[in-house]
């Protein structure tokens, strides 16, 4: 059941020229994709509004969130002074970077 060189060379031949094809598009399409992950990367990742400008945003946002949060509670702002303190550092910090970061 051996079948002719002549057909197994052009089978070859076909899968070559197919795959060189194949090749060549997705170069073209990776050289025509770069220009717009050019412009995603410099629209998302700029720099933010800086570490000075987000740090007072941050803290006003974490300053009212808590004092919402400790009303909510029903203790008032005095109630759970301990938690209120580490956990106004904690989301401080978080908002801060994310604020920096993001805008």
């Known amino acids: ?6 057909k197994n060379d052009n089978q070859t031949l076909k899968i070559a020229l197919i795959s060189a094809a194949l090749i060549g598009l997705i170069g073209l399409g990776v050289m025509l994709f770069i220009p717009m992950v050019s ?8 720099p933010g509004m ?14 009212i969130t ?6 909510a509670a029903g203790d008032g702002l005095l109630g759970e002074l301990q938690f209120m303190l580490s956990g106004f550092f904690g989301f401080f910090l978080v908002l801060w970077l994310l604020i920096a970061w993001i805008f």
């Open 1 to 6: 059941m051996a079948s002719s060189p002549g």
């Open 39 to 46: 412009s995603f990367i410099d629209q998302y990742f700029s």
């Open 50 to 63: 800086g570490l000075k400008d987000a740090a007072v945003v941050a803290f006003f946002v974490t300053v």
């Open 66 to 71: 808590l004092v919402i949060f400790a009303v």
